[in-house]
Each structure stands twice: as structure tokens, then as C-alpha cells.
């Protein structure tokens, strides 16, 4: 399989890059500035693009199977504004509709997920006010997914409440809306295992025009 990946150098694209180039898939990561990032394979071709702009995302996804969205909603450390998701999620539709390609699968964020009916994550009193900003851009991203993927093969994937770098096990939990949490009420997965969950959710579609989550 093809597959293009948007933030491929960030810390969740670099797992998945490697998880995909390790399954012997054929990977093209994209980042905006790819002279000023780390080496992320000797098998991935990194190239120049930006994922909120139609027409490069149409150049650089022009024959793949399937793209991934893996960018950040924070500023990049040269000094780059955030970029918007919003905007992102319609410039990569806009983008993969010229060039031809369905299968979107993109990473998101945890706030959106719900810890009961109705209420996210992001709305609790003891949600974290740093990452505030960037979970609402999550959410209305996958909001404009929501409404206006209806033509595509996409999924958002939603890790646990927190990620960070770690083991590969290979093995994780899956959810729909809601978050998981384990017997001591934590909600956890690594860069590693999510990636396998991506990974696995591109070679065996199971939740194709939905969000889920991952989490152990």
C-alpha cells in the first residue's frame, strides 16, 4: 500500500511512519520545512508539503492508496504558527478529491471523547488549561469530518487521554465515543501502540466514517 503522512516528523508521525515502513508499505512522509527535521528511515522519501493547502496536498497524495493526517494544532519549533486542523481536514478532502484518493485516516485528540453520555473529556473542571486549545481544534476538526467527509473512506482516531513514547506491544483496546480507561481509572497508550492501532484500522478498515479510540 501507498501511503502519504502528513506530520510525519512529529512524535506520532514518526511512529507511524516506521510502523507502515516496517509492514513494508510504500511511505511518503510530508513535513513543511523536511531540511530541518530528523532522519526518519532510510526506506520513507520525505518530501515538502503543507496539509492546509489543497494544492499541495492534490501534488504530493497524486497516486497513493491512502493518506494520513498526522500534524500538530501547535507551533512548529522554528517559530511556525500552529496550524489550523480545520482548515487542514478541508484542504486534505479538497486535495485527495483531485487527486483521487479515498481512504483518509486521521489522528486526533482525546478531549473530544466522552467520560459519560454526553459529556467530553475537554468540558470536565480538571481538564488541563494548556492543552485546551488544542483539544477544541480536535473536536471541530472532527466536526467538519462529521459533516462534510461523506464522500470519503475516513477515520479519526482518537488515542487515550495520555500518550507518550514508550513500548510496542502491540496490543491496545478500542473504543467509539467513549474514553477507556483501565482498573485504576488511567487512560494510557504509547506513540508506539497507537501507531499499530492506525496502521492496522489502514490494512483492515473497520471504522470507516467514524471516529474511535484507542487506549490499554
Known amino acids: 500500500m501507498r501511503i502519504v503522512v502528513f506530520g510525519a516528523t512529529g512524535a ?23 531540511d530541518r527535521t530528523p532522519e526518519i528511515g ?3 522519501r520525505l518530501v ?3 496539509a492546509t493547502d489543497a494544492a499541495s496536498v492534490a501534488r504530493d497524495v ?21 496550524p489550523s486542523l480545520v482548515d487542514a481536514a478541508r484542504a486534505i478532502m479538497a486535495g485527495a478529491r483531485e487527486a483521487g484518493v479515498r481512504r483518509i485516516v486521521v489522528v486526533g485528540g ?35 469530518w462529521r459533516r462534510e467527509g461523506e464522500e470519503f473512506d475516513w477515520t479519526y482516531l482518537s488515542p487515550a487521554a495520555e500518550i507518550k513514547a514508550g513500548e510496542r506491544t502491540g496490543k491496545y483496546r478500542t473504543t467509539d465515543d467513549r474514553l477507556i480507561v ?4 488511567r487512560s494510557e497508550i504509547t506513540y ?9 484500522e489502514l490494512e483492515h478498515p473497520q471504522h470507516v466514517g467514524k471516529r474511535f479510540g484507542v487506549a490499554y
Open 12 to 34: 506520532v508521525g514518526q511512529r507511524i511512519v516506521a510502523e507502515a515502513a516496517r509492514r513494508d508499505h510504500d511511505v511518503v512522509g510530508v513535513a513543511r520545512d523536511p
Open 182 to 185: 483501565d482498573a485504576h481509572g
Open 110 to 144: 482525546a478531549g473530544s471523547l466522552e467520560v459519560a453520555p454526553g459529556e467530553q473529556l475537554i468540558d470536565q473542571p480538571n481538564f488541563p488549561a494548556a492543552y485546551k486549545s488544542e483539544a477544541v481544534a480536535g473536536r471541530d476538526a472532527l466536526d467538519v
Open 62 to 82: 497524486r497516486g497513493a492508496d491512502a493518506i494520513v493526517c498526522a500534524i500538530s494544532p501547535r507551533p512548529g519549533a522554528n517559530g511556525r504558527p500552529a
Open 48 to 50: 515538502r508539503g503543507d
Open 192 to 200: 508506539e501502540d497507537y501507531a499499530v492501532a492506525l496502521v492496522d
Open 42 to 44: 532510510s526506506t520513507v
